[in-house]
């Protein structure tokens, strides 16, 4: 995959707007090993990876979206550890009709966890 963005420029930033789901895509050896997805996606991809839209549905993607200064304007957060990357995400996110936050990228701090699991059941 990374043929794709062999013309752009090394430090263009790919928004990753997905998460890692297992049963749907088939495991991902290095991630279930630990790795975060976001790096092993950026390894694969050659290129920066920004994550934006993927804490929301398409539904509310489609149907939720509202002006800038809109009172109730749904805040999506953005994750990267390139600043013009995530300032164009940023940008993308607003003109899409939704409130971008910045938040620190998903890498991971020694000794946790940041993968997300699904909850399960009281016992």
Do not use: C
């Not at 630990?34 to 390894?43: D, N, R, T, Y």
């Amino acid at each position: 995959m990374a043929g794709l963005f062999a013309s752009v420029p090394g430090e263009t930033g790919v928004i990753d707007t997905s998460d890692y789901y297992p049963q749907l895509s088939g495991p991902i050896e290095a991630v279930e090993g630990g790795q975060v997805e976001s790096l092993w996606v950026a390894q694969q991809l050659g290129r920066p990876v920004v994550k934006a839209w993927n804490a929301v549905l398409a539904d509310t993607l489609q149907t939720k979206g509202l002006p800038a200064g809109a009172p109730d304007r749904i805040a999506l957060p953005v994750a990267a550890d390139i600043d013009e990357a995530r300032r164009v995400a940023m940008g993308l996110v607003d003109e899409s009709g939704f409130a971008p936050t910045s938040t620190p990228a998903p890498w991971p701090t020694p000794g946790v966890s940041s993968r997300w699991h699904p909850p399960t059941a009281p016992s």
